[in-house]
């Protein structure tokens, strides 16, 4: 079927705010945010508690689950998440704890095809609706009935190509912050049917809000990148809004032409770059020929992981194709571990040096201060409880 790539109103109405490169006038603004916010060890606490356990989390793109009968583990701010597809295509979310001893049942990040999940401990055994199928000498267990063991199911929704997690089996998140406006305009990416090139983990010693504040300034573009993505980009004036607690961004390319604005996602990719923030963790970011998403798992209050993910609108066609792929990956995986990473890292360090209270913001930095905003009212919203 053919897929409709007309851009949604709301990134229509940015697009066309956008001005000419040579009429961009830069915002002029001063912020502060506070260096505790970083360091203070209670409020990593509290963001756990009242973001991470509270609202509609990333897991990664549906494309981690690409086929039918297939399962995979992933850990999510101390929660071990396992996330299966049925026969049917439907993705669910589980503990990825056995309920016979706590055993984790699935250790790999890479998919698993298969109909049943075996715990390697004493072989209890799981279909993919998360029903205790089958263990071994059963007859060892008086009256155990195998429908009150099932695994322990969480809260899940896919939408726009993303899998989203509640990490709290108790707790239900507003999973329409992620299914509605967010949805559309991912869909309008063609997201729910890219194609997953390749991925790579990184660990960063970093506060995870450090690596955000990474990927929400347009500052440091020309400067950090200046011998790798600057060749591509200008000091933009960025058009951003927010769709609920996530963000949405359009900025220039070098070759951005108003007078080629059209409603079309294969040609606009081409001279100007949408990307988003998915409160909390997710960042999308979209290129002429592929979409970078990375998925941020805080890990300690100065250890991070992200998992980053390279997905194109189908596989490459040949040898060649293949090798421009791989290309574009490599370069992607330099760019996030030798610049954007080390300068979180470098980050942390001077932050934990003592020696500011404060950090400064500017005006192409004001994506900070929207992101900083929604985790302070996740954090005010729990304490008004």
Known sequence: ????????????????????????????????????????????????????????????????????????????????????????????????????????????????????????????????????????????????????????????????????????PEHTPEFSSVTGELAADLDAFNMKNLFLFDKAIFKVNANWKLIMDSMLDSYHVTRLHKDSLARFGVDSENMIDRIGPHIRNAAHRGNFDRAQISQLHSEMRKMMVFSYIGFPNGILVVSPHYISLGVVRPVAIDRTEVDYYQLYDRPPPDERIAGKMREAFDLMERVFAKEDYWAAEMCDQGLRSGALKEIQLGGMEIQIRMFHDAVNDCLNAAVAK
């Open 1 to 168: 079927m053919p897929v409709d790539d007309t851009l949604t109103a709301g990134q229509q109405a940015l697009l066309k705010a956008m001005p000419a490169i040579a009429d961009i006038q830069l915002p002029r603004v001063r912020d502060t945010i506070a260096a505790a916010n970083y360091l203070d060890p209670a409020r990593f606490q509290a963001e756990i508690h009242s973001v991470f356990r509270r609202v509609p989390v990333l897991a990664g793109p549906s494309a981690m689950l690409g086929k039918p009968r297939e399962y995979l583990g992933i850990d999510i701010t101390g929660v071990t998440v396992l996330l299966t597809r049925t026969k049917e295509g439907v993705v669910n979310a589980f503990a990825n704890v056995c309920r016979h001893r706590g055993m984790k049942l699935c250790q790999s990040r890479d998919p698993v095809g298969a109909p049943r999940i075996v715990c390697p401990y004493h072989a209890w055994t799981y279909d993919l609706d998360g029903r205790l199928v089958g263990l071994p000498r059963s007859e060892i267990f008086p009256g155990l009935d195998k429908q009150q063991l099932g695994l322990v199911r969480l809260p899940c929704a896919e939408a726009g190509g993303l899998i989203w997690v509640g990490l709290d």
